[in-house]
């Protein structure tokens, strides 16, 4: 015969020193067992989020890795979900959840866990989102760290030639430089752009990126009178690569 008994521990102190003690009777012989219980008052902690590579390329392995801690009842699971930057409290309630793996035993007091997940949301900044919950239901508060998703190789815009004698925008594409003498390449491109380089000719060169105005530049030679097509080749900090793209 199986019972239910009910008990409010609502002003019992927290803690893993309880003990209840059963009793069982047939009439003749009386046995008795004791079980250990614990009375967890207080949600556990998701104490750190170490994000490793917080731009990410989109249809790459996002990975995330932290701790959450519960003294009394020990921490179960963890979930996460990516909540967009933006997005209203009604909608964010409609963002699913999902089980992160854990690397200890669950209801160890601190519990590791491991995040990992081949992104195929949208481009754009996310919040990743994790809470933990602990052996009898308490839910941590959320602690979020900051990503981006990022599948678009790097943009350019707007381009001039410079020298001494002449300074050409895109418009015009006709220069008259002085032969052998230093012609200044600028280009302005995205700001998560992190190496870029120019082709001429059969030549390429590095753009080096001016750090007080943020645009790209490149100084060459011009040895002859020639018609030339300039490319542009760019990586930005997500590992997405523009190949060749004429000016």
Known sequence: KSNTFLWDTKNVSEGN?????????????TTSTIV????????????SISIKTPTIKKEAIFESTGIATDAVSGVEFLEYRFVPNGVSPK?????PWYKAVTTKIPLSTSLSFLIQNRLTIPDGTYALTIRAVDAVGNVSAEKSGAMTVDGSAPRVGNFEIRSEEEQVVPVERVFDGVLNEPVTIIVSLESDTVQASLSYGNRKVPLI????????????IIDKLEVIDMYISA??????????QLL
Do not use: Q
């Open 235 to 244: 990586d930005d900090i997500a590992g997405n690569h523009l190949e060749s």
């Open 91 to 95: 909608d964010v309630a409609l963002i």
């Open 36 to 47: 250990p219980f614990s009375i967890d008052h207080n949600p556990p902690e998701v104490s």
């Open 209 to 220: 990126k001016d750090l007080a105005t943020g645009v790209w530049g490149a100084e060459i």
């Open 17 to 29: 020193i309880y003990e209840m003690r059963l009793d069982t009777s047939d009439g003749f012989i």
